[in-house]
């Protein structure tokens, strides 16, 4: 090693080299950031006078009003209702669709009809397809326990499909071989694969479920949310605080028993 | 003790079974909740038996009613609407991002060695998440009036709970050989954390970020029915006024929108990650 070597590593520095790709997108970003913000007229006058606003309506949030607790059992109780029903109904349909998508079990011409059945379903936010349902059948629990039958079935019926056509196959080629028929291939072959990650689905679809129920009353549908709503549009805020943080205990209390549902199940 | 074995199976017979006494019980007691809970609310509910009989004649009228759909009404007030909920959901995913960066920093264990910080930072993110969008952007408009801006905020509110808790995750999970070898060299908190931590969790952040952004546009598109912005408020007028034509045309445009963001995103995840 000569000395000339050694300054020259000494003098060389660690420069990263730039990605001229990130670095433009990043400033693009920031440009859309600016942009968005004038375009939204938020400047800090305006700031100010939200803060002002959400002192205020955090002061009169508080303290929480559990006066009217029936009409709150009740909704709650109701959006309890939908969301069991809803995952029931949802799973029970779920079945046959997942199968019907399975591209491993099943032809093609039967396949893309019911990936695209999946596919619309999930193609809406439940809340949308919950306004619809109340045209079809009227204000009440009944469509929002539909549309959220629909948002299940875009959901399980999707994962199911993906766990079947994740199966291996030997088992199926040994049930076959036996000369069974279609339906016991799937009974002993294809189900005991899946059933497992089955009950992982439905559980978290019951959470998502429960969630949904609450909000799908904002559009008539049933449930806590239309008694939300109507405490909000009469400025009733500490009777929405009151139902907010049941809605959240509701919430924290089903994913505690989805806790132990999974370790039942591990 | 091959005694031992031989007396036991000797004196009694031991049957396998899968699951302990225990278990079976537990098992039980859930199969017959469940039932229990599926029968009392199918009893319980509230349901109209005449409304059901109705419903194929009312959906058969929705749709007749929702052909041919206003082509017309279109340029007229969607298209700046559309535009509106991009924007609210664009605005949205980064203030959350910009939020979550400290929330996650604070949550991840091996970064932030303080017991309650990491509670307080959990407290944040699961408070943001177990509240819906619609909740918050009804907030939202009762503190900063109605409007786009107020969904951008929905938006972003609910949204940190759930980059903020995968950011914290890929902190978490990320190597330490880096971070070691960083500390070694005495360098400060803000470099370890630019040149040993951000590198390593740059793909999830955008990652998580894209994914965020996609079921924000989602989400967006139902604000407007509380008043807070983009292409629901063009929706709910449609309803109000039960012109079933244009809100034919808002859904076809909204699920134009998903499917081309579906497509872009699988493009940029493609390219980038």
């Given amino acids: ?266 | 003790m091959s005694e031992n074995t031989a007396n036991a199976s000797f004196m009694e017979k031991r049957t396998w079974s899968r699951f302990t006494p225990m278990e079976r019980t537990a098992r039980f007691l859930f199969y017959f909740v469940t039932v229990a809970a599926i029968v009392v609310s199918a009893q319980t509910i509230e349901i109209i038996p005449e409304f059901l009989m109705d419903a194929p004649e009312q959906i058969g009228d929705m749709f007749n009613r929702m052909w041919p759909p206003a082509l017309s009404y279109y340029p007229d007030s969607i298209h700046e609407a559309l535009l509106e909920t991009i924007h609210i959901a664009t605005l949205g995913t980064l203030i959350a991002l910009i939020l979550a960066v400290p929330v996650g920093v604070m949550v991840a264990e091996n970064v932030t060695k303080n017991k309650f910080l990491n509670w307080f930072g959990r407290l944040i993110l699961v408070s943001s998440r177990s509240i819906n969008s619609l909740v918050w952007a009804l907030l939202f408009v009762a503190i900063l009036g109605p409007g786009p801006l107020a969904g951008a905020f929905a938006i972003a509110f609910r949204s940190v709970g759930f980059v903020g808790k995968l950011f914290g995750e890929a902190l978490e999970e990320s190597h330490k050989g880096p971070i070691e070898a960083l500390e070694a060299s005495g360098s400060p908190w803000f470099s370890t954390m630019m040149m040993g931590y951000w590198p390593q969790v740059l793909p999830t952040f955008w990652s998580v970020a894209l994914f965020r952004w996609d079921i924000n546009l989602r989400e967006s598109a139902v604000l407007g029915l509380v008043g807070a912005g983009g292409i629901g408020v063009a929706l709910n007028t449609a309803l109000e006024l039960f012109y079933w034509d244009r809100v034919a045309m808002v859904l076809i445009s909204m699920l134009v929108v998903v499917g081309l963001v579906e497509l872009l995103v699988t493009q940029i995840r493609k390219r980038i990650i």
């Fill in chain 1, 1 to 266: 090693m000569t000395s000339s070597d050694t300054t020259t590593a000494v003098q060389r520095r660690y420069k990263p080299k730039r990605n001229w790709l990130a670095t433009i997108s990043y400033i693009l970003l920031g440009v859309y950031l600016v942009y968005v913000l004038s375009l939204f007229d938020v400047n800090t006058g305006r700031l100010a006078d939200g803060m002002e606003h959400g002192a205020n309506f955090l002061g009169r949030m508080f303290p929480p009003n559990f006066e009217r607790y029936n009409l709150l059992i009740e909704g709650l109780l109701e959006s309890m209702q939908i969301a069991i029903i809803a995952t029931t109904a949802g799973v029970v349909l779920s079945l046959p669709v997942g199968f019907l998508a399975a591209r491993n079990l099943m032809p093609a011409w039967v396949t893309w009809p019911a990936r695209l059945l999946i596919v619309a379903c999930r193609s809406f936010h439940p809340v949308i397809v919950a306004i619809l349902f109340v045209k079809a059948v009227g204000f009440g629990a009944l469509a929002g326990t539909l549309a959220l039958v629909v948002a299940s079935i875009g959901f399980i019926a999707k994962l199911f499909a993906e766990a079947i056509e994740e199966i291996s196959l030997k088992q199926i080629e040994a049930i076959r071989a036996t000369g069974a028929p279609f339906g016991s291939v799937i009974i002993f072959g294809v189900l005991p694969q899946v059933m497992g990650r089955f009950i992982g689905f439905t559980s978290y679809q019951l959470d998502s479920n429960l969630r949904n129920s609450t909000m799908v009353g904002i559009v008539g549908a049933g449930g806590i949310g239309g008694t939300l709503f109507a405490a909000f549009q009469r400025f009733d805020y500490d009777f929405v605080s009151a139902i907010l943080i049941s809605i959240i205990a509701l919430i924290m209390a089903a994913e505690g028993i989805n806790n132990i549902m999974r370790r039942l199940y591990r």
